[in-house]
């Protein structure tokens, strides 16, 4: 070949090219298979990171689901009633789009109808073409007609930012990448804030919602877990996420049992107590009696002075006195001890009604109250079904069991004069 010609690499063989592997002078040859080194297997490491990635995706998707089926119904429920008595079943929401959305609908027309040859549509509900538009899509169809829409949804403005926050974790969420903690607690505000703004704020928020919003996969896949709704190592983590102000601050009732009731008695001030009792609240505790000998058990088992417990818990019950005897119903606030062995202490609010919420935290041989393992429970009678059960196949809570070993050892104990 001339100098001024295109010279090819030589080959794996001997230097130039030639000889010792057979191949032509002037033809490249094919890379032998060899080990790159490259590993397939995930360690322990990894397979935590794609978990994490895989349950913050999955929250995230049942957040998106909600806001897209709920916005999906207030586009017909405004729009089909103006457009389908001129443009039929089918056709209506092709005359809704118009002109500009003309792209758009049509692909959506196309994946439904190749979906149908292909028997994809699971539910009847879903054959058509509305069913196959994205969260976009029908955001278009909103704006578009922002004067239907008016009447129903008040500030245009703050449903669009809150559609901005949202698409952020629909593209991550899409395109399965990482999506950070940050986004997903962004998109977690932005869909409650939506279905809000969208009139479906019954599913996700109840009477309780300024001390703890019922969470969308809670109500999904609630049993899974009866009605547990937080789980925390100890109390101050507890406390940081659930501050006792908005635990016990909209008490109308409240039960609490334990040792010394420290949650109650040493982090809400008996002026925010008696306030609390003077707008209607009924409190009813229940002190582990301070010269039982359970309580000198519970000294042995901790490795504490003997009589500092009784002290202490002697101490809180004469707090509790104390801010009964400022109450103009002084019957109002029940303080009664129990000599039984204390198996836990539980602060169950507003147990009688739908709104119910129960700190609940089990006695350690070794662990201090501070130190102990919290549950956080919904109360309310919530009765959660399976899918493809009846009624007596319902997953009952733990709230319910808790509140039963109240009454009885309630029942059991004896009045504080």
């Known amino acids: 070949m001339s100098s001024g010609g295109l010279e090819l690499p030589p080959g794996d063989g ?10 032509p002078p002037g033809a490249v040859s094919l890379a032998q298979p060899r080990e790159i080194g490259a590993g397939l297997d995930w360690d322990a490491a990894a397979w935590s990171e ?5 349950r913050r995706a999955g929250r995230a998707y049942i957040w998106l689901n909600l806001v897209e089926q709920r916005l ?75 004067p239907c829409f008016e009447p129903y949804l008040d500030d245009r403005r703050e449903l669009e930012l809150a559609l901005d926050e949202l698409e952020v974790a629909r593209n991550v969420v899409s395109r399965n990448r990482a999506l950070s903690q940050t986004v997903l607690a962004q998109a977690e505000r932005a869909s409650a804030r939506l279905l809000d703004i969208l009139g479906g704020s019954s599913a996700t928020t109840g009477t309780t919602a300024d001390r ?38 909209s008490a109308r009732r409240l039960d609490a049992v334990g040792i010394g009731l420290n949650l109650l008695v040493q982090n809400y001030s008996g002026r925010r107590l008696v306030r609390l009792a003077e707008t209607g609240c009924r409190a009813r505790l229940l002190f582990l009696n301070p010269a039982s000998s359970a309580v000198r058990r519970r000294e042995r088992e901790l490795g504490i002075k003997k009589g500092e417990m009784s002290r202490s818990v002697e101490m809180n019950i004469m707090h509790m006195r104390r801010v009964r005897d400022r109450l103009h119903d002084p019957a109002a606030f029940e303080i009664r001890v129990f000599d039984e062995t204390p198996r836990f202490t539980a602060y169950l609010v507003n147990g009688d009604g739908a709104d ?50 109240f009454e009885g050892v309630w029942a059991d104990s004896r009045p504080v004069s």
């Not at 001997?14 to 191949?23: F, R, S």
């Not at 794609?50 to 895989?54: G, P």
């Not at 009633?81 to 118009?98: L, S």
């Open 14 to 23: 001997v230097p130039g090219g030639e000889g010792g592997t057979g191949t």
């Open 50 to 54: 794609v978990r994490t990635r895989a």
């Open 72 to 146: 999906r119904a207030v586009v017909a429920a405004v729009l089909r009633p103006v457009y389908e008595p001129v443009h039929g079943e089918d056709e209506w929401v092709v005359a809704a789009a118009g002109p500009a959305g003309q792209e758009w609908v049509q692909r959506a027309v196309a994946v439904r109808e190749v979906s149908r040859r292909k028997g994809y549509l699971l539910d009847p509900a879903d054959d058509n073409v509305l069913s196959f538009l994205t969260l976009p899509q029908l955001r278009e169809l909103l704006v578009q007609h922002w």
């Open 212 to 249: 703890l919003p019922v969470d969308a996969v809670e109500d999904l896949v609630g049993d899974r877990y009866a009605d547990v709704v937080g789980v925390h190592p100890d109390r101050v983590r507890l406390q940081r996420q659930l501050p006792v102000e908005d635990l016990f601050g």
């Open 356 to 405: 119910g919420l129960a700190v609940v935290q089990s006695y350690l041989r070794k662990a201090r109250g501070m130190e102990a393992p919290v549950l956080v429970l919904r109360g309310g009678g919530r009765q959660v079904l399976r899918e493809g059960r009846g009624a007596d196949d319902s997953v009952g809570g733990l709230f319910e069991t808790y509140r039963e070993e």
